[in-house]
C-alpha cells in the first residue's frame, strides 16, 4: 500500500481528536493571552507568571500529567559604558568602548590573554572542516567572523546560501571553550554582502517602540562560560591588519588560516549595574505513548509564552509572538487527550520560558532533558503561526516575500531531516497549505537560530520551526489579536495534529542528517 495512503488511513483513526481544533478555542484562548492583563508576559513579571499558571491549568484539564521545570536565571543590567577591550599591539596600547566593543555576561569580568586568529571559529567534521587544526587557543583569547564560508556560494558545503547549525556565536564560544579559549571577539566578516546582527536589530523598530526596562538574563551554571565581545570592523582590522583576505583566502579553499597574533594581548572588562538571581519555569504536559516498547521514546511539540512586556500604558501584547503558539500547543494537547485512540509513542507538551532572551527556556531544558534526547524522535515548534508574511523593515533587501501568503507556511530546519518534511507534505495532502522553505536558505536575518527548535538541532534531533512568518508589527505593541487569522491557525494546528500523528505512530522516525545538501542537489 502506497505510503500517502497508508498516512491517509491512519489519520482517519484520529478524526476525534483532528476534530477538538477549533478556531473558537484559539479565538478565547489568544484573546486571554495577549490581553492587558498579562502585560506583554514579559520574562520574569507577575504576567509571565499567570501565563506559566493558566498554561498548566489548561494541561491539566487536558488530563495530561503536567509539571514546571524550574529554569534558573540571571536576571541583569549591562553597565555598557563601563566596559572595555584594552588592546596592546605592535608597542601601542588602546582602549575600545561600545559601539566598537561591546558585550554582556551576568557576573563581572576581567579577561587577559594573548590572542589567536581562528577563522570562523568552526569545527565541523562531517564537512571536513576545522578552523582550530593548525592552531592552538588553550588559555588565549580568539577572534573568530560571524556567520560561514562561502555564504554567497549556492553550492557551498555549509547549506549554499543558508545557515548551518555552526553560524550562531554560540557554537562559536562552545567551540572556542572546548579549545581552551578564555574569551571570543566576535568579528563582522569584512566582505559581508548582509548587515551586522546590530544594523538587523535596529531595523525591526524604532527607539519609541521598544521597551526601555527589558533587563538581559542568562541561564545559572549554563554549559557555556567564557565570555564574548562583538567588536567593529576598525577593530578587527587593528588586530588582524587585511581580514578581509582572510576571508578571501577561506572562501576561495576552505582550508583554514588561523594564526597566533604575536606581541598581541587582550584585556577583556565587562560589569553590571544590577544582577541577581531569579527563576521561571518550562511548562510541560504529557501523553503517555500507549505501546509498551515505544512509549519511553518522546515527540515534542512546543512553543514559547513570554514577550516584551509593558511599559506604563504601552503593552507588547505579542499576539502572533507567540500567543499564537502559546495556545496552538494547550490545544493541540487537548485535541490529542481527546482522542479515543493514543499515540504510540508519548508526546510531550511544553511551553519554554524565556525565549526572547535568548531561548533560555530551551537551551537549559536540552541541558536538563524531562525526556531523555537520544529517544526524543521529533520536535514540532510553533513560533508565530497566526498572521501572513508581509514586507516589513526587517526583510526589506533581505528576501523576497510572495505577494499572497494567506495559505503559506514556512517550515524552518528541514534540510537537516527531509523525512520530516516528507511526512508534513505527505500530511499536507489533506490540509492543502502553501509549504515554504526559504528561510532555509536565507543567511542575513539569522532566522535559524531564533527559535526553540534550534537548541534540539544542536543535539542531532529532528526539529523544525513552524512560522508563518515576519510582519510590520513584530516586536511592536500593535500585534494585538484582532489581527490574527484564525481560520489559518487552526488549519496549521490540523497539519501539525497528522504529522506529530505520524511522528508518535510510524515505525520509523525521522532521521537527522548532519550533512545538509546544496542548492539543487536533491
Request: proline share 6%; with cysteine.
Amino acid at each position: 500500500m502506497p505510503r500517502v495512503l497508508c498516512l491517509l488511513l491512519a489519520s482517519l483513526a484520529f478524526g476525534q481528536g483532528i476534530d477538538r481544533i477549533q478556531t473558537s478555542d484559539l479565538r478565547r484562548d489568544l484573546t486571554y493571552v495577549s490581553s492587558d492583563a498579562l502585560e506583554g508576559r514579559l520574562s520574569l513579571t507577575p504576567g509571565s507568571e499567570t501565563a506559566i499558571h493558566w498554561i498548566e491549568a489548561e494541561f491539566r484539564k487536558a488530563g495530561l500529567k503536567t509539571s514546571l521545570q524550574p529554569v534558573p536565571l540571571w536576571e541583569f543590567q549591562p553597565n555598557h559604558a563601563a566596559g572595555f577591550l584594552k588592546m596592546q599591539h605592535a608597542g601601542k596600547k588602546e582602549v575600545f568602548r561600545a559601539p566598537d566593543a561591546s558585550g554582556q555576561y551576568p557576573e563581572k569580568v576581567d579577561v587577559s590573554g594573548g590572542v589567536v586568529f581562528a577563522g570562523f571559529g568552526i569545527t565541523a567534521p562531517e564537512l571536513g572542516y576545522d578552523d582550530y587544526a593548525i592552531v592552538d587557543a588553550k588559555g588565549k583569547i580568539v577572534v573568530v567572523f560571524d556567520h560561514e564560508p562561502q555564504e554567497t556560494d549556492p553550492r557551498s558545503i555549509f547549506n549554499g546560501r543558508g545557515n548551518t547549525r555552526y553560524a550562531t556565536i554560540r557554537v562559536k564560544a562552545l567551540n572556542a571553550q572546548a579549545h581552551g579559549a578564555v574569551a571570543v571577539l566576535l568579528a563582522p566578516e569584512p566582505n559581508r554582502k548582509h548587515p551586522t546582527n546590530q544594523e538587523r536589530i535596529a531595523k525591526i523598530g524604532n527607539a519609541a517602540q521598544t521597551n526601555p526596562h527589558i533587563a538581559s538574563e542568562a541561564i545559572v551554571g549554563d554549559e557555556l562560560h567564557i565570555p564574548y565581545m562583538s567588536i567593529s570592523d576598525a577593530v578587527t582590522a587593528k588586530l588582524l591588519g587585511a581580514p578581509g583576505d582572510f576571508e578571501s583566502e577561506i572562501d576561495r579553499t576552505l582550508k583554514p588560516v588561523s594564526r597566533d597574533l604575536p606581541g598581541t594581548t587582550v584585556v577583556l572588562h565587562m560589569e553590571n549595574s544590577v544582577a541577581q538571581r531569579k527563576r521561571s519555569f518550562n511548562v510541560a504536559g504529557l501523553l503517555a505513548g500507549s505501546d509498551p516498547r515505544l512509549r519511553a521514546e518522546t515527540v515534542v511539540i512546543s512553543g514559547h509564552f513570554d514577550h516584551n512586556g509593558a511599559d506604563g500604558a504601552r503593552i507588547w501584547h505579542g499576539a502572533d509572538d507567540n500567543g499564537s503558539g502559546t495556545v496552538g500547543v494547550v490545544e493541540l494537547g487537548r485535541a490529542f487527550s481527546s482522542d479515543g485512540t493514543r499515540p504510540k509513542r508519548s508526546i510531550l507538551f511544553v511551553v519554554f520560558a524565556a525565549e526572547e532572551r535568548g531561548l533560555l527556556g530551551s537551551y537549559y531544558y536540552v541541558q536538563h532533558p524531562l525526556r531523555p534526547l537520544a529517544s526524543t524522535r521529533a520536535v514540532v515548534n510553533f513560533d508565530m503561526i497566526g498572521r501572513d508574511e508581509t514586507p516589513s523593515r526587517q526583510t526589506d533587501g533581505a528576501i523576497e516575500i510572495a505577494p499572497d501568503t494567506s495559505n503559506e507556511l514556512n517550515l524552518i530546519g528541514t534540510n537537516y531531516t527531509p523525512e520530516y518534511r516528507r511526512t508534513v507534505e505527505e500530511a499536507n495532502q489533506r490540509i492543502g497549505l502553501r509549504l515554504n522553505y526559504k528561510w532555509d536558505k536565507e543567511a542575513s536575518l539569522n532566522i535559524f537560530f531564533r527559535s526553540d527548535q534550534f537548541p534540539f538541532t544542536l543535539r542531532g534531533i529532528p526539529a523544525v520551526w513552524w512560522f508563518t512568518g515576519f510582519h510590520p508589527d513584530y516586536h511592536q505593541t500593535t500585534d494585538t489579536v484582532e489581527k490574527i487569522d484564525f481560520a489559518k491557525m487552526e488549519k496549521i494546528l490540523k497539519l501539525a495534529y497528522l504529522s506529530a500523528s505520524q511522528f508518535a505512530n510510524e515505525e520509523k522516525t525521522p532521521a537527522f542528517q548532519s550533512r545538509t545538501q546544496p542548492e539543487g542537489v536533491q
